[in-house]
């Protein structure tokens, strides 16, 4: 199992940006796809951002394409979420997710079974 843990939510103003990091223990994540996903209230969780064991391939739902950047560092043993342009709509908690190789590069939370506790990120208008 990886354990997972968030940081770098807040409280920005529509237009702000944050970066979010998640930071992996207890096994390295290079033999992991790692995912972004975020759940407002009262909605399902939903996919943000993927990006393969290798950071060769990133996939980004559309809401977030050209605001967004997913990245990772292996030897950091992290994942991280630039956030930019921020719109009220983005208000959600954040989680990392880290998904075996074998599954594919998903967009399905099925397809991740370690995730962290998650970060809020609140944006106001």
């Known amino acids: 199992q990886v354990q997972l843990v968030e940081t770098g939510g807040g409280l920005v103003q529509a237009g702000g940006s944050l970066s979010l990091s998640c930071a992996a223990s207890?096994?390295?994540?290079?033999?992991?796809?790692m995912a972004w996903f975020r759940q407002a209230i009262g909605k399902d969780r939903e996919f943000v951002a993927a990006?393969?064991?290798?950071?060769?391939?990133?996939y980004y739902v559309d809401s977030v394409k050209g605001r967004c950047t997913i990245s990772r560092d292996n030897l950091e043993n992290a994942v991280y979420l630039q956030m930019n342009r921020l719109r009220p709509e983005d208000t959600a908690v954040y989680f990392c997710a880290a998904g075996p190789i074998r599954a594919g590069l998903s967009v399905a939370t099925k397809q991740y079974d370690n995730w962290g506790q998650g970060t809020q990120v609140t944006v106001s208008s």
């Open positions: 990006i393969d064991e290798s950071g060769g391939r990133t």
């Open positions: 207890g096994r390295t994540i290079s033999g992991y796809h």
